[in-house]
């Protein structure tokens, strides 16, 4: 799924540099398939601009969740789902303590400033990542409470909302060509990948084809429900999918873009 994705990322990266007038990091992070709110700004601390990556991933998201499920289940109408019973093992929330919270920015911080100094690309956001989730595998210390996840997608707004420009918004038409191509690459991908992942994995149709769509976990959770499949390995694999496509791809795309510069 990660290996289809990756080549999804990177033809239509090609693609939407040919027929705008983007650079190259902005064409290769418009088409990243997944990070709603971290690809603008790994966009823009990579070079690129990140209110048109925004609009695109916005394109993204809005075909994920109103027009992929749709597809899904008119392609898979005559599947037979099956009903049966899976035991899903409760993870535990962690220590809601406010000790909990403090430890956790204090790690984010520590690593993100290690990441800042390391040179990576998005280094900050990489290893604070890295950190926040050891803490949270090794010691199930990691937590964030509601107010302070409200206050960072406030912030990232922010942050995205003031990198746009008017002649951002004036040129958007121009992008109209590549949110098109970039969804039929999606729209492609999506029923291409679920049904090559399918009987490989034992899952059904209808199951690999939400999985290997680009829309956000908690989404595709309530989706995939309203459809009448009830995996836990749908919703891990777009965890993975998410802290992939916004921890390695960045990566690989600055290594050709340097290539191709």
């Not at 998005?122 to 090794?138: D, E, R, S």
């Not at 990198?163 to 969804?183: C, F, G, M, R, Y």
């Not at 059904?204 to 390995?233: C, F, K, N």
């Amino acid at each position: 799924m990660l290996g289809g994705m990756l080549c999804l990322n990177l033809i239509m990266g090609f693609v939407i540099h040919k027929v705008t007038d983007l650079d190259w990091i902005t064409s290769f992070m418009c088409a990243v398939p997944g990070g709603m709110s971290d690809t603008p700004i790994i966009a823009a601390d990579m070079g690129g601009n990140g209110g048109k990556v925004a609009v695109m991933q916005f394109s993204r998201l809005l075909a994920g969740i109103g027009l992929f499920s749709s597809l899904i289940l008119t392609v898979t109408k005559n599947e037979k789902i099956s009903q049966q019973e899976m035991q899903v093992r409760k993870m535990s929330d962690g220590s809601k303590k406010p000790s909990a919270f403090v430890l956790t920015a204090v790690v984010a911080a520590v690593c993100g400033i290690i990441g800042k100094w390391s040179g990576v690309p998005v280094g900050a956001l990489l290893f604070a990542l890295i950190g926040v989730i050891a803490l949270k595998l090794l010691f199930d210390k990691a937590y964030l409470p509601i107010w302070m996840k409200r206050a960072a997608q406030v912030l990232s707004g922010c942050y995205i909302g003031s990198s746009v420009t008017l002649q951002d918004v004036l040129e958007l038409k121009e992008l109209i060509p590549a949110v098109i191509l970039l969804l039929l690459g999606y729209t492609a991908a999506c029923l291409v990948i679920g049904s090559i992942i399918s009987r490989p994995c034992g899952m059904s149709r209808r199951e690999s084809m939400l999985a290997a769509t680009p829309a956000g976990a908690s989404d595709m959770a309530l989706i995939s429900a309203d459809l009448g499949v009830q995996s836990p390995y749908l919703i891990v694999l777009q965890v993975v999918r998410m802290l992939v496509v916004i921890s390695v791809f960045p990566q690989i795309i600055h290594l050709l873009v340097h290539f191709l510069s």
